[in-house]
């Protein structure tokens, strides 16, 4: 009677098992499916682009009645288009005015406009260029514990990375 519970309960739990595998099955088919499709939406909205294009630059001069309006917005459209475009070159131009011009905070600061002991870093604003960096000095030796005595406490201070060990004696 046993036996024959656990065999009930081995063939449900194949029997959902397989349930899922087809299930994902389907799933994984319907994804792919729904892929394709999507992918021939996007072919078939291109090819109508190009056809309405198409109509658009045969018929912009005398265009039907009916969709007057959609012409006269896609010339509307093509005129922000050429706007823009030459706004943006314009921005291009200027850049490369700027670029080109040695903007006075890319070049070298004149010597002593900032201290060489503050890790040779110029004030703020004045970063030179990358390949002007004066030379750095010789970083000072990161300081070095202290020998802790015996009748104090022995307490890391906050800024040391490395804490003094506490219950240990020093020898002076």
Do not use: W
């Amino acid at each position: 009677m046993a036996g024959n519970f656990f065999q009930n309960a081995f063939e449900k739990t194949k029997s959902l098992a397989n349930q899922a595998v087809d299930s994902t099955k389907c799933a994984a088919q319907k994804t792919k499916i729904k892929g394709k499709i999507s992918s021939e939406n996007s072919k078939l909205d291109r090819i109508y682009t190009e056809i309405g294009r198409y109509y658009y630059n045969l018929n912009k001069e005398e265009a039907p009645e009916e969709i007057k309006h959609l012409f006269d917005s896609a010339a509307k459209g093509l005129e922000n288009i050429a706007a823009l475009e030459k706004e943006y070159r314009e921005v291009e131009e200027q850049e490369h005015r700027i670029m080109n011009s040695g903007n006075q905070y890319q070049q070298t600061p004149p010597q002593g406009m900032y201290n060489p002991q503050m890790n040779g870093m110029p004030p703020q604003g004045m970063a030179p260029q990358m390949n002007e960096m004066p030379p750095q000095q010789n970083p000072a030796p990161a300081p070095q514990a202290r020998p802790v005595q015996e009748s104090v406490p022995a307490v890391a201070p906050t800024s040391q990375p490395e804490a003094v060990p506490q219950n240990e004696e020093v020898s002076q």
